[in-house]
Nanobody, 115 residues
Framework: QVQLVESGGGLVEPGGSLRLSCTAS????????MGWYRQAPGEQRELVAI???????TYADSVKGRFTIFRDGPENTVALQMLALKPEDTAIYYC?????????WGPGTQVTVSS
């Protein structure tokens, strides 16, 4: 069993920044990859960023140059640094992790970008 818990969401003005964290119940190097998805109301869930066990990262075009995914200090934490936030970034952000064919999800954290 794998548990993922997100934190760091909140309300921020356009142009502001937030850092999201995902804490796993096991060493993150146990996972083939980890990442972040987001889902806005009435829209499909979309991939935001992923990082694999080798540290290779992938980003959605809409967040390239603004968001950074990285392994945090603790061995069970992955973070998403979000800069220059836009109203269209407003969504519930979900942490995900994969071990071979098995995918796990956190409960999500709300990010709202509004003035």
């Amino acid at each position: 069993q794998v548990q993922l818990v997100e934190s760091g969401g909140g309300l921020v003005e356009p142009g502001g920044s937030l850092r999201l964290s995902c804490t796993a119940s096991r060493n993150i190097f146990d996972f083939n990859d980890m990442g972040w998805y987001r889902q806005a109301p009435g829209e499909q869930r979309e991939l935001v960023a992923i990082i694999n066990v080798g540290g290779v990262t992938t980003y959605a075009d809409s967040v390239k140059g603004r968001f950074t995914i990285f392994r945090d200090g603790p061995e069970n934490t992955v973070a998403l640094q979000m800069l220059a936030l836009k109203p269209e970034d407003t969504a519930i952000y979900y942490c995900t992790a994969r071990i071979l064919r098995n995918t796990y999800w956190g409960p999500g954290t709300q990010v709202t970008v509004s003035s």
